[in-house]
Structures are given as structure tokens and as C-alpha cells.
């Protein structure tokens, strides 16, 4: 799969937090204030367009980062990372530069996109999977620092993630082959049950007890998918071993719950957009003010030269 004519998916909470713990708070607008978040995100991006040439770029955004429907199903979704207020524990200089963030890409003419009551990952999930139903579909690039998105990977639908563990100037580029050499799955959807049995701390799933992630693929190579392992289990298959029935039988109530909270969701009611990368301001005035008020100007026009391929 060629990079060349790709919709890039941003998971953008991912990328400015990256940004925010990246680049020096040193970086700051004229009167003082950190800036490090916006001005790394932006440059971020204008790299990733240059590098991937995409043919679309869409920023994904969280509109609800603890969703209720996956609360309701396990309470425990999250909350380690609840603030006293409810909300997210965002660090007070980066939730200060959130609302410039969005302000700056809607000058710009950047497709944002996002769903009330789902998540960036649910919204990633979605547009991935209109694209890949349409007619003529362009490849996917999601690009995140989040695992939970390599269910999505799919060769046959061209869809892969770029994953940014290692920064965006050496992405590692998650195909199904990568996903068999680094997790010992074949397919997304299998590194999703993977995940399901094995847990996540990160996120507040528990996963199954004394059920790692070795034991997990195993399970999967022997059965083919979570609906397979849970099948030879109600068929009583001697092939488990007392201590994986045991743990497996009392897991069933988590296991009832947990695919519908570790799977993105594909149909999240996402409003149509423009994804065409922004070759001119979407608001230039607007866009001027901005960069000249909190010392991005730099930045954007890194952005646009990348976008018009200067």
C-alpha cells in the first residue's frame, strides 16, 4: 500500500498530548503564555502531511472521553483518570491551550470531526469504515499513540495505523504483519479479542484473571476468535487446562460485556465533513489574528506550505 492519496485520521487528544509533554514549555505565546501543545500539534501535522501526502485529513476528536454506554458496562472504564470535577485530569496548562487548538484548525479549513457520546476512537472507527465502503476507496492512515486502534488494521481494506510510540519522525507503520510479528495475531479484529481477554490497565479493564497476553494468543490460534473460545468452553473441550476453565467460566460476566467496550464503534452518528486537505485558509483573517496574537505563524505556515505540497 502506497502512503500517496490516503485519508489521514488524526486521533488528535493522542497527538497533542505528545505534543504537550514533547516540546518545551519555553515555547510560549507573546505575552507569556505556554503554547507548546498547539504550536507541536501543528507541526506535527504539516510533517505528516509531507511524509504520507494524503489525499484527505481529518482531526478526530473526543466529544465524550468516557463514554456512558461503556461506564454502564464496566464501571471501572477510565476511572483512574477521573479529575474531582468528572471530567478528564488534564494537565491545567494543556486544557488551557484545547480551546486554541480548535479555533486555529477551524481557521485553517481542517476537517474536525467528532460525536456526542463517542470517543475519538469510535469516530476514527467510523470514517474508516465509510471509506472502505465507498465505491472507490482511498487507503486509511490512522495516526494515534494508541494501541486500541489496531483492531481497525486490514490489509484486504487497506487500512493500517501509524503509530506513534516512537515519535512522528519514525512511525511505525502497523500492518497485519506487524501485528502478527509484534502480537502473535493475524488481524485486527483478533488483536480486539486479544485485548479483550488480556485487559488494560490504561483503561481500567480488567481483562481476564491469570489470562496474559501469551495465554490469550494462544487461545485465539486454537479457536479462532473470543466467540470460538467461549464456544469450547460451554462444549466442556478437554483441550483447556483446569486453571484456564476456571478463570474463563468466572470471567463470563466480564467477557458478556467487554467486546462492546474495547471495539471502536463503526457507526457512530459522525456529521459528513470536507476532508480535503486546507490549500488556502478556511478563514484567513481569522487565521492572521490568531497566529500573530499567540506567536504561531511559523507553524501555520508550515502547515499550508505542506498541505500545497511548497
Known sequence: MTAGGSLLLLDTASLYFRAFFGVPDSVRAPDGTPVNAVRGLLDMTARLITARRPAGLVACWDDDWRPAFRVEAIPTYKEHRLAADGGEE?????????????EVLEALGVARA???????????GTL????????????VE????????????????????LYTARGITDLDVVDQARLAERYGVPTGAAYADMA??????SDGLPGVAGIGEKTAVALLHRYGSLDGVLAALDAQ???????????LTEAREYLAVAPGVVQVALDA???????????APAH???????AQTWGLTSSVTRLLDAATGD
Do not use: K
Open 90 to 102: 488534564v494537565p491545567e496548562a494543556l486544557s488551557a491551550q484545547i480551546p486554541l487548538i480548535v
Open 114 to 124: 467528532g460525536s456526542p457520546g463517542y470517543e475519538a476512537d469510535d469516530v476514527i
Open 128 to 139: 474508516t469504515a465509510r471509506e472502505t465502503a465507498r465505491q472507490d476507496p482511498r487507503p
Open 142 to 161: 490512522v495516526v494515534t499513540g494508541d494501541r486500541d486502534l489496531f483492531q481497525l488494521v486490514d490489509d484486504e481494506a487497506r487500512v493500517r495505523v
Open 196 to 201: 479483550t481477554l488480556r485487559g488494560d490497565s
Open 237 to 247: 473441550d478437554p483441550a483447556f487446562t483446569p486453571a484456564q476453565r476456571r478463570r
Open 269 to 279: 452518528p459522525v456529521a459528513e465533513h470536507d476532508d480535503a486537505l486546507p490549500l
Open 284 to 290: 484567513p483573517d481569522r487565521l492572521v489574528e490568531l
